[in-house]
């Protein structure tokens, strides 16, 4: 497995060694020893599975109480997946790393706790597989808007075009988020 750092200290893109041939493609989505290697976390709580249709966005999503790390992936389709700072005392707090993950490239994001999360479908349709390490708290649950300008994230969809949540609609501006010390 290739492990490749971010501009983001502790998100990691993961690359799996991808085995093609006349029937198809082999790879290993978890190994407990080559994950420990590149130094994501051995025990995992959850394992979530959506399905988005082309121009969905899901994020930014974060929580306070029981903050989740993610290893996200996307099993078939295409996403633009987006990793936030959101540690006020980051040096980096406020920048974000967008990452092109797909059903082919097999590609996979460490995000960990300390980051919020968010994701573009750029297919059709797409499979997004992630695992978690702790569980889903709704009384812990922020969201930052999709399109706030000082985030800045380039998607390349228009804002007549996108499909949220009203809940993501909704979201704060980083400035007034409540988020990490």
Known sequence: MKVEETILPGVLVLSPKIFRDNR?????????????EAGLPARWVQDNFSISKKNVLRGIHYQLIQPQGKLVRVAYGAVLDVAVDLRRSSVTFGKHVAVELTGENGRMLWIPEG????FL???????FAYKVTDYYSSAGERTIRWNDAEVGIAWPVGAADVIVSEKDGKGATL???????
């Open 115 to 118: 980051f919020g999360h968010a």
């Open 121 to 127: 479908v750029l297919s059709d349709e797409a499979g």
């Open 24 to 36: 198809g493609a082999f790879l290993e989505t978890w190994n407990q020893r080559a994950m420990e």
């Open 175 to 181: 400035r007034e988020a409540e988020v990490f010390p």
